[in-house]
């Protein structure tokens, strides 16, 4: 396993980012090579957690999957619905709050590339900031995903997430293993700063997750496997 820059993901020419939901990144990129690396098939059912525009779920679709995209923005699932069609993929498209909109269902292949930016803000109830903004920590999302894998994963299915390395990538790693999931990092990218990052650079200091001169941050997508 290396550390690499990474770019954003390639999206077909029509595919839609409207304000207000998240344009696919370098999480999406590392999100969408480590998709590549799963076995999916016809049968295999995938869901994308916090799908914003629909990037992975449409990708999903494209390798195959039955797919079943959510998100908490109305704004994300139009968006979600539209890029699907626009992509001429099939792929089912829930509004509601991370599983709680697909309560009582299980999947082969869980992705998920939720909010994990650490902020000395409350959590907005709407908004753009809602995209990225989790907690002092930035660990809202990402524990709450953690928590809760064990219930929307089958047996053997394994689930695809990614975020920072300035909000633990130990504390994940161990969160999923008290879970009852064998978890590892399995792709790292380190790439600039984005501009909510640098707007809030002084604040990650003082809280000593980052230099005073640094401007790159780590990204990792984490594999976990339901035992």
């Known amino acids: 396993m290396t550390t690499v820059e990474t770019v954003a993901p390639a999206l077909p020419p029509l595919f839609l980012t409207p304000p207000g939901v998240y344009t696919p990144q370098w999480d999406t990129g590392l999100l969408i090579r480590a998709l590549g690396r799963e076995v999916i098939g016809s049968a295999t059912e995938v869901l994308d957690l916090g799908t914003g525009s629909g990037a992975l779920a449409v990708q999903a679709a494209r390798l195959g999957a039955r797919v079943t995209a959510v998100d908490i923005s109305w704004r994300a699932v139009a968006t979600a619905r539209v890029n699907a069609l626009l992509a001429g993929r099939r792929v089912r498209v829930r509004h509601g709050d991370l599983v709680d909109a697909v309560s009582g269902h299980s999947y082969d292949l869980v992705v998920s590339n939720p909010p994990y930016v650490p902020s000395p803000a409350r959590l907005p109830r709407r908004g753009p900031?809602?995209?990225?903004?989790?907690?002092?920590?930035?660990?809202?999302?990402?524990?709450?995903?953690?928590?809760?894998?064990?219930?929307?994963?089958?047996?053997r299915g394994v689930l695809l997430i990614v975020h920072s390395g300035l909000c633990g990538i130990r504390a994940t790693l161990w969160r999923l293993a008290c879970a009852g999931l064998r978890a590892s990092v399995t792709d790292r990218a380190v790439v600039p700063y984005g501009p909510v990052l640098r707007t809030r650079h002084e604040w990650l200091v003082r809280q000593g997750l980052v230099d005073d001169g640094e401007g790159r941050e780590e990204l990792v997508v984490i594999r976990a496997q339901r035992i």
Request: charged residues 35%; contains cysteine; proline residues 7%.
């Open 129 to 155: 900031a809602r995209e990225w903004e989790a907690g002092e920590d930035g660990r809202v999302f990402v524990d709450r995903i953690c928590d809760a894998a064990p219930a929307f994963l089958r047996p």
